[in-house]
């Protein structure tokens, strides 16, 4: 008997009414996958409805009418961290992507991205992907400067090193290499190792950290002081 997989309960949020409802239309066809539960003007109501409504996904446009949608995507992280946050941009760029990534938003698309798209990344999104990580990784330079940015911040926070590193010396290289931006095929020959170890690590390292994506664990790192980024 094949498992019946519940449609995921998506609240948007957006101050354009029109928009609000071309994403709500656009999701109708797909409604044995998803559902929208509850469609919010601004972000004290998007909290509020979140908290009545019970959406797993919050899909917000980038700006909202009362907020900024990334300082409301942090809220909705805060108070309910079981949902996860799909920002949606008129016009993406790499400022508002790293701000995103820095507020826990789990994807970061245009505003127009199809919905069989959509669909898919809020599923994905669900299951406690972070699809976000996919734009950072696809642009190598754009990782440096997000990574690098994550290093400068940690700098100015007084942290004392942690005695017990719970990764091993190969895995930390291996972070500090993905760290640099570099690919599973590109840290496998800078360590002489093949491809496959190199996933293996990484899934090891994800394991111990309890986080879904490389991005995160390299952030985490540099946060803990476990390793560094070069000057960009």
């Keep these: ?16 009414g029109l928009t609000r409802i071309q994403l709500r239309d656009g999701l109708l066809p797909f409604g044995e996958k998803v559902e929208v539960v509850a469609l919010a003007p601004n972000g004290a109501e998007a909290l509020l409805q979140t908290s009545t409504a019970s ?22 992280r805060q108070q309910f961290p079981m949902v996860s946050v799909v920002v949606l941009s008129d016009a993406p760029q790499d400022e508002e992507l790293f701000e ?34 996919e734009h950072v990784l696809a642009n190598p330079s754009l990782a440096l400067r997000i990574l690098g940015a ?6 100015i926070e007084e942290r004392v090193k942690p005695l017990f590193v719970p990764l091993s010396p190969r895995e930390l290289e291996v972070l500090e290499n993905a760290g640099q931006g570099s690919s599973n095929r590109a840290i496998a020959k800078t360590l002489s190792i093949s491809e496959q170890t190199v996933k293996n690590h990484l899934g090891s390292i994800m394991r111990k950290l309890a986080v879904n994506d490389r991005t995160h664990a390299v952030v985490y790192a540099l946060q ?9």
Aim: charged content about 20%.
């Design 100 to 133: 995103a990534i820095r507020f826990g938003a789990a994807a970061y698309l245009s505003t127009d991205t199809p919905p069989e798209e959509m669909v898919d990344v809020v599923t994905r999104v669900r299951a406690g992907a972070y699809v976000i990580d």
């Design 150 to 155: 994550f290093r400068e911040l940690t700098a």
């Design 224 to 232: 803990q002081g476990w390793i560094s980024i070069p000057d960009l």
């Design 55 to 76: 959406p797993e996904v919050v899909v917000t446009a980038a700006t909202l009418p009362d907020m900024d949608g990334l300082a409301f995507s942090r809220s909705v």
């Design 1 to 16: 008997m094949e498992a019946v997989v519940e449609r995921v309960r998506i609240l948007i949020a957006s101050g354009n």
